[in-house]
């Protein structure tokens, strides 16, 4: 699937298609993989509802926001050169693949499951990532539309990046989940991938690099990226007094 809209977007030299064909991609394996599991259980029912609810407001959010904008800077120097731009895709198969694994499997097993308490939590986590993902990403879009200015309004004074944080968490709660079903903890690769494809690979490393570009010389960001957490989403006023040695480490407020 993922190489058939390949084909499509390299040949038009378009990035109206990466995201859309991500995000539906998660939605059809999941219904897939719950059908011919041939289990119809609440539980397999909510571990898969959990994935398409995500994938189809992602792909919708995303699709419509790459044709308000036209196109994705991030293929800027790679759209067209076949094998940087192959990569990505094949990048984000492994993306597909990996994170979809935990549900994958726990629709493939015939093992009973009991809801329990670690099954509430971890639809807790979802619920809560998903909101937190949802209102940032609403609220910097909303920002856009009205500031060329960097967003640091809403969940945005909190974090600079609280829509990642937000993706974090609700896989995380869609791994537990899953683990609490019978699923085996090597299953958790996928959110190991998510974690380190957007911390140090194509997530906040290109988005940090990006603005500091673009608000180079600028003491208002300098100040905004000072006194703002990276990831975790935390008060101004707390932040500022945490020392440096732990927003670099336990805060993953390093640079890249």
């Known amino acids: 699937m993922q190489l058939s809209f390949f084909t499509i977007a390299y040949i038009r030299q378009i990035d109206k298609l990466t995201d859309l064909a991500g995000s539906a991609n998660f939605v059809i394996l999941a219904t897939a993989t719950l059908y011919l599991g041939e289990s119809y259980t609440l539980e397999r029912a909510v571990a898969s509802l959990m994935v398409i609810v995500w994938g189809l407001r992602l792909g919708s959010y995303l699709f419509y926001r790459i044709l308000v904008w036209g196109e994705d800077r991030r293929f800027d120097h790679i759209r067209q050169d076949f094998r940087k731009f192959l990569g990505f895709w094949a990048l984000q198969i492994m993306w597909v693949w990996l994170l979809s694994l935990p549900v994958t499997y726990f629709n493939s097993i015939s093992a009973q499951f009991s809801w329990s308490d670690l099954s509430t939590i971890a639809v807790s986590l979802f619920a809560l990532g998903f909101a937190i993902e949802s209102l940032a990403d ?3 879009f909303r920002h856009k539309q ?3 200015d960097w967003c640091q309004t809403g969940l945005w004074s909190l974090s600079r990046h609280p829509n990642y944080f937000g993706e974090i968490l609700l896989w995380s709660g869609i791994f537990t989940f899953c683990y609490g079903g019978g699923v085996p903890v090597w299953t958790v690769v996928g959110l190991v991938f998510l974690t380190v494809l957007l911390l140090f690979v ?20 300098a100040i905004y990226r000072r006194n703002t957490s990276l990831f975790f989403p935390l008060p101004v006023s707390l932040y500022k007094k945490i020392p440096n040695w732990i927003k670099a480490t336990l805060l993953l407020d390093f640079k890249r």
């Open 146 to 148: 009205f500031s060329s």
């Open 202 to 221: 194509s997530g906040i490393p290109f988005l940090e690099a990006s603005a500091s570009q673009k608000y180079s010389g600028r003491p208002e960001y």
């Open 138 to 140: 609403y609220q910097k």
